[in-house]
């Protein structure tokens, strides 16, 4: 829509990049960390790719040391990172665990010795096991109380040195893995009336964590980190218009209106209503959700792909609980809700090998969806290729990874002149890691290491990809080389 010469990105931009405490650190069970839903599931035969488990992981939590310093060199502006529950609170709460708190120290202390901005999120699908068994996790009102103490915890101890906090990863992800597709933990199915209520309670942690932190920190940033896949309404056919609606409501407005607003939309409600599945709000939640929304300095949103909404017919597809978590292009299939709406593939759209499409132009429809509809500034917190990367002489070459992140800071670029405010842009991932399903071949990160699959393979290394490099210039440049 800008007509005059492109401003660029702000002078201060946040140049990142991300990753996720089970996805990296390993020491599943080390200095009294406690077991995790993850640690847990992993180990249920055929859910996971090959049986990959984060028991090792990338050996983050001994290598924390190494990693940093490969930041500093790339220039990196901020880094993006998880905090394990479990590691605090071994039990998910009462006692407390020193050791926990003290990776995090360091780890948030090293970032700050080279000038690296650390932008922490308090849950990335990591929840004590304890409290799964005491109460079932976020299926029980107690895990409001638990997971606001868990936060406050956390701001009373890094508030001092971190300003970026995420509260929430992925909610509507880790959700409808969890309740709907049986794919993540607690690994149950087609279960709305539950899904709404978890979602619910999340929505309550989140709000008490962000009036904790402001009330500690009033100059704190805070956001939630939401899944965004902006959605194409399949042709010009009204129906497929209103399937668009439906699934805009339901997949994604459904969260980030309590994000921004503190309130559910109102057509997605009436659909519940409709469908007796509506969550147990209790007396006050919902002026604690408004409260807390007037006080969110950002919209978080990891940015993959975008999808395709068409009429759906009341015998239709339904939810699936199968994907490609092989590498092997054209496995995933078309899911939906009967009655509403169906998401068939995007034949206008290049996809992975994981048969997600690639769209840098949804990404600027991210930001300028999020300016007209909430007016908040966005932090791009995940935006990034799972690939299969080859070491050739002790290097990668991965000009399929520059390729994608360079269409897409572009469009970003375009984004900021459009007069969206955001306010950093994270890569997904820093090193390689373990992805939940897709083990570790499939690689997103700027840093190769050295391991596949099996929990005794490789040295776990550390090699600088191609795209390591290609970054050091975009940020050295603030975006203008790509
Ligand atoms: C996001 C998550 O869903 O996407 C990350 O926040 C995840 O934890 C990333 O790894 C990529 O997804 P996947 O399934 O390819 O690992």
Known sequence: MYFKESQGFPKDFLWGSASAAYQVEGGWNADGKGLSNWDKFVRIPGKTFKATTGDKAVDHYHRYKEDVRLMAEMGLKTYRFSIAWSRIYPNGNG?????????????????LKYGIEPMVTVYHWDMPQALEDEYHGWESRQIVDDYVNYATTLFKRYGDRVKYWITMNEQNIFTSFGWLKGMHPPGKENDMKTFYQVNHHANMAH????????????????GASFAYSPCYA???????????ADYDDLQNYWWMDIYAYGRYPRSAWAYLESHGVTPDVLPGDM????????????????????????????????????MNTTGKKGTAQIQGIPGLYKNPANDYLPTTDWDWTIDPMGLRMCCRDITSRYDLPIVISENGLGAFDKV????IHDPYRIAYLKAHIEELKKACDDGCRVL??????????????????????FVYVDREEDENSGTLNRIPKDSYYWYKKVIETNGEEL
Request: aromatic share 14%; glycine share 8%.
């Open 234 to 244: 399949y042709d010009r056919k009204p129906e497929n218009a209103m399937a668009k």
């Open 207 to 222: 709000a008490g964590a962000v009036l904790a932190l402001k009330e500690l920190y009033p100059e704190a940033k805070v």
């Open 392 to 395: 050739e002489g002790g290097k």
């Open 95 to 111: 006692e407390i665990n020193e050791a926990g708190l003290k990776f995090y120290d360091d780890l948030i202390n090293e970032l």
């Open 424 to 445: 950093a842009y994270c890569t997904w991932s820093y090193t390689d890691l373990l992805s939940w399903l897709n083990g570790y071949q499939k690689r997103y990160g």
């Open 287 to 322: 002026e604690t959700l408004k409260k807390a929304a007037a006080l969110v300095d950002f919209m978080g949103v990891n940015y993959y792909q975008t999808c395709v909404a068409e009429y759906n017919d009341i015998n239709g597809v339904g939810m699936s609980n199968t």
